[in-house]
């Protein structure tokens, strides 16, 4: 009897058991959809574009320089260097959209090479500057103790003078020239974003699964690029894309001041501190043009940033 009773339990249980496999199988049969299987980074444009109007304004004005920056000898018909005595001082006509500066050259044609000049000069430096940030971040932060002690002593000294005088005194000593403030503000870029990169790599290090990378084994190297680096990485791409546009006014000041690239090369600081502070009542337009695009620059890289840092944060989603 206990056997026949077990027999139909079982039989009874069996429908009951095949319709969860159906349903199980069906849940699990239909494709997975196209938006699951995009890269993240493309699901963050999405997500700029639906809810961060202004990040996607900022992300347009920074294509737009990249694209007229590249293909500068290709939109524009005149050289940066090239002069037409005849055309001095012209305010604006067909053949010169912004007008022309005191040597008759097109100051439409300056402004997009000296955004070549600044582009390359801030990516550049925020290229240089991310490196050494992540070194000396993830260093100080995993090892601790003396090199950590030592790493922040360091940052300290170079943080206790006043930026802008500090790099005044190196490119002085350096000279004027497009590699030397691009190292110099790489540099400057990098000491002073260390500690960021340091703060969130404590965080992560402090993590069950660095822990348990280092119970099976891994060693400093693989456990810091594998584990830790990735999840830097994020706060890494948002301190870069904020501080280009700090890069950029940087060298727009040295250049300013005399300090930045020399001419004959247009750049937006030099601009100013030329043609527009000695001829600013005659031509305001030599001021106000390099301003408004130095302007324009800054503002794309600050609203694209702000939006990369309210979308990579998840402290911050849906806030």
Do not use: C
Request: hydrophobic residues 50%; proline residues 6%.
């Amino acid at each position: 009897p206990m056997r026949s009773w077990i027999r139909a339990s079982a039989t009874s249980r069996e429908p009951a058991l095949a319709g969860a496999h159906v349903a199980g199988a069906a849940v699990a049969l239909p494709a997975r959809s196209p938006e699951s299987t995009r890269p993240w980074w493309v699901d963050v444009w999405i997500q700029m574009f639906r809810r961060k109007p202004l990040g996607t304004i900022g992300s347009v004005i920074v294509v737009v320089m990249l694209a007229a920056a590249v293909l500068a000898e290709w939109i524009t018909p005149y050289g940066f260097a090239q002069t037409n005595l005849r055309e001095r001082f012209i305010s604006m006509n067909g053949a010169h959209w912004l007008g022309t500066d005191e040597l008759g050259r097109d100051l439409l044609t300056r402004l997009i090479y000296g955004a070549r000049i600044s582009l390359y000069v801030g990516f550049g430096a925020v290229a240089l500057g991310s490196v050494l940030a992540t070194a000396i971040g993830m260093l100080s932060a995993y090892f601790g103790g003396r090199l950590d002690l030592l790493l922040q002593r360091g940052v300290d000294a170079w943080m206790a003078f006043p930026g802008l005088l500090l790099l005044m005194s190196i490119m002085s000593m350096l000279g004027p020239s497009v590699w030397n403030i691009t190292i110099v503000l790489g540099v400057a870029f990098g000491i002073q974003n260390s500690r960021i990169v340091r703060g969130v790599a404590l965080v992560v290090k402090e993590h069950t699964f660095v822990e348990s990378a280092r119970a099976l084994g891994a060693g400093h190297l693989r456990t810091t690029l594998t584990h830790i680096l990735p999840n830097v990485m994020p706060t890494l791409i948002v301190v870069a894309t904020t501080g280009l546009s700090t890069v950029i006014l940087t060298e727009a000041s040295l250049s300013f001041l005399g300090l930045g690239v020399p001419p004959p090369y247009p750049t937006w600081g030099g601009m100013l501190s030329l043609a527009g502070l000695d001829h600013m009542y005659r031509a305001p337009w030599l001021a106000i043009w390099p301003a408004v695009a130095l302007s324009l620059a800054v503002f794309g890289f600050n609203m694209l940033g702000d939006a990369l840092r309210d979308l990579l944060d998840p402290r911050l989603k849906g806030g």
